[in-house]
């Protein structure tokens, strides 16, 4: 306290009452926060018995993280404390925000291993604003649709712009990351626009001016259509995938039915377009086939994908197995026509299984003598190497091993045959007798049109043959294989595929001529599109 009894402190009590040093009181001082009431003769600072107080709220504002500026304004009452609270707090999440995703992108970083290259990649994405990344997919949208009216198009486009979320996972990071190398490369942007080029054609014819209740009815009915139309894209991805599951071929005669059970789901979402299908026939076959080729882009997919993982929604299912098949089934078959089930009827299992063992037995001979050095030649099956044919074959033993165990495979796609091929197709010939002959399978029905189970094992006899017979011509070998069975295999193979259609893309190549006197298994390949010449 100064000693000239007005009980006014100096600047070294004031620190010893309050504990904040003479520096700090000093410069809040100079920044208008804590003026002081009096100077002494000698220009030294004094302070009113208020000060201790008035330096606590401005030690506690501080604490905060507030600034000189929000401080001298609550203090000199130009904006209350709850004001001044609310605007620092949102400065403050819009930092923790910053912070977070820069966390992220570090975490991103050294989880990825990151190489120096894509650094500025990954810092632009900590340094962008929510704003600014929104404007980035915007901008990109609008630009890809330039000129193309396709309002619905568009919109849903925009709608799905996505947000990161305050905290995102290194996984939304890479995600981020990834959708921003697709949206900068040309070909979504193509794709985009073939789709919305699409739209434009085919969609709805643009409304007038009508007054608001009835644009109020047209949006209700345009959301309910939507609605209807995610509704067939689900069922035809559970029927597509249902189908694979079962081995069901797509041009098979068993598709058939399939087909008209997706086409008659279809129909009603077309109301409201340019000249709807009023029934199943060639034209709504045929401009469903063309829907659905539109909608295979890849690059548009792997888009909603990215866009789902960024916002952590839930990730569409995957189009790509059953829109194959769907697309494939309705190539080939454009008209409608009734299944003939006696397809299904006249395989006896025990004469089924005796055909497996003979064919099996003379293949493995085959698949015995291939060298490593065989595997890259070219066979006369879809143009696969003999690696990939054989490859083909197990998995063909292992699909219907999983049929009869109930859990029927999807990896088409993966490597069947790992560093031994001999071993692999032992192995999957053993398992898929196995599951022949102790599960029932031979006398038990499949899938949603009940396909015999013998059936089933036929149609692998049938292909194990034809691609046996592939694997011979590659490689030199006699072509006249299972000579005891070829005949009636060839039979079945008429019998099940006889009506299939040959069309391109499909399981089969139209039938071939044969010389004369060609063996059965000769006379199989010739049939289902290979030339024995």
């Not at 909608?295 to 197995?321: D, I, K, S």
């Not at 194959?324 to 409608?336: D, E, G, Q, V, Y």
């Amino acid at each position: 306290m100064y000693e000239d009894g007005t009980g006014l402190l100096t600047i070294g009590a004031l620190a010893r009452l309050t504990g904040v040093p003479v520096k700090t009181i000093r410069n809040w001082s100079d920044q208008d926060l804590l003026p002081p009431t009096a100077r002494t003769p000698a220009g030294y600072r004094l302070y009113g018995p208020d000060a201790p107080a008035r330096l606590e709220i401005v030690r506690s504002l501080r604490d905060l993280g507030l600034g000189f500026a929000a401080i001298r304004s609550v203090l000199h009452r130009e904006r209350t404390v709850a004001e001044t609270a609310a605007q620092a707090a949102d400065a403050l999440d819009a930092h923790i925000r910053t912070l977070q995703l820069q966390r992220a992108v570090l975490r991103s970083v050294a989880a990825r291993g990151s190489a120096a290259e894509e650094l500025p990649t990954m810092t632009e994405l900590a340094r962008l604003s929510d704003r600014e990344r929104r404007r980035i997919i915007t901008d990109f949208v609008e630009d890809a649709l330039d000129g193309v009216h396709a309002p619905a198009y568009r919109g849903g486009l925009l709608a799905a712009v996505p947000d990161l979320p305050d905290d995102p996972t290194p996984e939304q990071t890479d995600a981020w990351t990834a959708l921003i190398a697709l949206v900068r490369g040309p070909e979504l942007r193509a794709a985009l626009r073939r789709l919305a080029e699409y739209s434009a054609r085919t969609g709805p014819a643009a409304a007038g001016e009508t007054a608001p209740a009835a644009q109020e009815q047209a949006a209700q009915e345009q959301a309910a259509q939507q609605q209807a139309a995610v509704r067939v894209a689900e069922l035809m991805r559970e029927r597509g995938e249902a189908a694979v599951a079962a081995g069901l071929a797509p041009d098979s005669p068993a598709a058939e039915p399939v087909v008209a059970e997706l086409v008659a789901a279809w129909i009603p979402t077309q109301a409201g377009t340019a000249d709807p299908p009023a029934a199943d026939g060639p034209g709504a076959r045929g401009r469903l086939l063309e829907q659905l080729e539109t909608a295979a882009e890849p690059a548009v997919e792997r888009y909603w994908q990215l866009l789902c993982a960024v916002t952590g929604r839930p990730a569409p299912p995957r189009w790509g197995t059953a829109g194959a098949w769907t697309t494939a089934a309705l190539r080939a078959h454009l008209r409608p026509y009734e299944l003939d089930r006696s397809a299904f009827d006249g395989t006896a299992p025990d004469r089924v299984t005796r055909a497996y063992g003979q064919v099996i037995r003379d293949v493995s001979t085959l698949v015995a003598a291939v060298r490593p050095e065989d595997l890259d030649l070219p066979t006369p099956c879809a143009g696969w190497t003999v690696r990939q044919l054989l490859d083909h074959m197990v998995w063909e033993n292992l699909m219907a091993d999983s049929i009869a165990e109930g859990t029927p495979r999807d990896d088409l796609a993966a490597d069947h045959l790992g560093a031994d091929h001999r071993a692999a197709f032992e192995d999957s010939a053993r398992t898929a007798l196995a599951a022949f002959t102790g599960s029932g399978m031979l006398h038990r029905t499949f899938g949603p049109y009940e396909a015999p189970g013998a059936m089933l094992v036929q149609q692998v006899v049938v292909e194990l043959l034809a691609h046996g017979w592939d694997l011979a011509r590659a490689t030199g070998a006699p072509t006249g294989l299972a000579p005891g069975v070829a005949e009636e295999t060839l039979a079945a193979a008429r019998r099940i595929y006889g009506a299939a259609p040959r069309t391109e893309g499909g399981s089969f190549a139209p039938e071939r001529p044969v010389p004369p006197g060609a063996s059965a298994t000769d006379r199989l390949a010739a049939f289902l599109g290979r030339d024995p010449a």
